[in-house]
């Protein structure tokens, strides 16, 4: 058994897959794969922002005759939700609550904490985040003034 999950390489993508592939600029799929075995400090797994995924759907909670399949990246999520980019072009957002299995088709991304555009990323959007909340404690009236106790 290898250190590295089966690594997916550009022929081994379903044929959906390769135009998003394509797209993020052909990156080294063998160099994103998942490590499942070894130091704890060198195993890498998990979803990632922008992997390819395919979602499978709990069929009740469709209409009749729907593809309880939805292919596509992975766009981002919260809680309740998962968003996602599909093979149609189509953002979608699916709630967590009839998702029943995803499957890992690629990752696009390296790891969280060694990619550094997405900790740029992260850092710059608390910075504005934190600016924002500045500016509406500054222009908002004062409403605790008005507290009964």
């Known amino acids: ?17 390769i135009g998003f592939y394509e797209d993020y600029g052909a990156p080294d799929l063998i ?3 998942d490590v499942f075995h070894g130091p704890l400090m060198d195993r890498k797994f998990g979803l990632r922002k922008d992997d390819l995924v395919e979602v499978l759907l709990d069929r009740r909670m469709l209409p009749e005759n729907r593809d309880p399949v939805v292919r596509g990246m992975m766009i981002g999520g919260r809680g ?9 072009g189509n953002f979608r957002t699916i ?3 009839v998702i029943v299995e995803v499957k890992l088709v690629s990752h696009l ?4 904490i060694e990619d550094e555009e997405l900790l ?3 850092k710059d959007d608390l910075k504005r985040r934190s600016e924002v909340h500045e500016m509406v404690e500054k222009t908002s009236e004062d409403h605790g ?5």
């Open 1 to 17: 058994m290898s250190d590295v999950s089966e690594a997916h390489d550009y022929e081994k993508l379903p044929e959906w897959a």
């Open 31 to 33: 160099g994103l794969a």
């Open 109 to 112: 991304r390296m790891t969280y």
């Open 80 to 88: 309740t939700s998962i968003d996602i980019l599909d093979e149609n």
């Open 120 to 122: 740029k990323f992260e």
């Open 145 to 149: 003034s008005n507290l009964w106790g």
């Open 95 to 97: 709630s967590r609550d």
